[in-house]
């Protein structure tokens, strides 16, 4: 794992919103995993602001989103796919059509979730993946005692997870039970994972990603299998690790160095 430390939660995501840049420049037709959550709104925001300042394209893009809410319409100001409009996509030049989430309000969730997975296999597989981190270790909705070979599927979501989303509903019973989200085998498909985590709720569970051992418990902590992750932090998320020491050394700043 490649672990930046950053400054401020500010510049964690202008880093992370750089990286996306950077595989889109690259690639003009790269397929990127995205996520939604509040972690996501500012490096969204630097995403649209770097696509204004430069001169690329996300016109050949496609991107398919890590999670869906199960029941709600896409017109559901809780929704990701509304979030996703409102955040991101409205901003760039990405083809909506080329934009993909899962559907929550499918007839037949399981048969929606296996057509989803295919669907990243059509398109031969995730370019990069942002990811963001829940406080009980969750990347997607992969939730605690997810399998580490799962894969796109129907998934009950955690009471910590219902609490922290409440925010984007009125009461807390409003907050959907369930939703599909990519398995974690589905993830660590991806070509190039890029996690990013601030604030000091998530301290912990950085630790237990990057340092504790490998297990279903922490199911980021899979991001150890996993070749080409880049871990960006904030120091308050970065705070309670053991060899912090050791990452500020080898990235100063949360800078790349070059040998
Ligand atoms: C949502 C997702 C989740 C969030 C995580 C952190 O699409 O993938 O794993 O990234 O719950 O959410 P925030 O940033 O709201 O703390």
Do not use: W
């Amino acid at each position: 794992m490649k672990i930046l430390i950053t400054d401020s939660a500010n510049s964690a995501a202008q880093k992370a919103a750089f990286f996306m840049q950077q595989f889109v420049i690259d690639k003009p037709n790269a397929v990127l995993g995205l996520a939604t959550g509040g972690t996501m709104l500012k490096v969204y925001h630097h995403m649209i602001e770097f696509f204004k300042a430069g001169d690329f394209s996300y016109a050949n893009v496609q991107s398919f989103n890590l999670d869906e809410y199960v029941g709600l319409a896409g017109t559901h100001p809780a929704s990701y796919r509304y979030y996703m409009n409102e955040n991101l996509f409205q901003h760039i030049d990405i083809n909506i059509n080329n934009t993909h989430l899962p559907n929550g309000q499918s007839d037949d969730l399981p048969a929606e979730a296996n057509r989803y997975e295919n669907a990243i296999h059509q398109a031969n597989g995730l370019d990069a993946i942002l990811l963001g981190l829940g406080k009980n270790g969750h990347i997607g909705f992969n939730e605690p005692a997810s399998s580490l070979a799962s894969r796109t599927r129907l998934k009950t979501l955690a009471k910590s997870t219902r609490e922290a989303n409440m925010k984007y509903f009125k009461h807390i019973d409003d907050v959907p039970k369930y939703a599909i989200t990519m398995g974690i085998k589905t993830i660590l498909e991806a070509k190039n994972c890029i996690l990013i985590a601030t604030g000091e709720s998530k301290a912990q569970a950085v630790v237990d990603m990057i340092e504790g051992p490998m297990s279903a418990n922490c199911p980021a902590s899979a991001l150890q299998m996993h070749e080409y992750t880049t871990v960006i932090l904030d120091k308050a998320a970065a705070s309670k690790l053991k060899n912090l020491d050791y990452y500020h050394y080898v990235h100063p700043n949360g800078d790349e160095v070059n040998l």
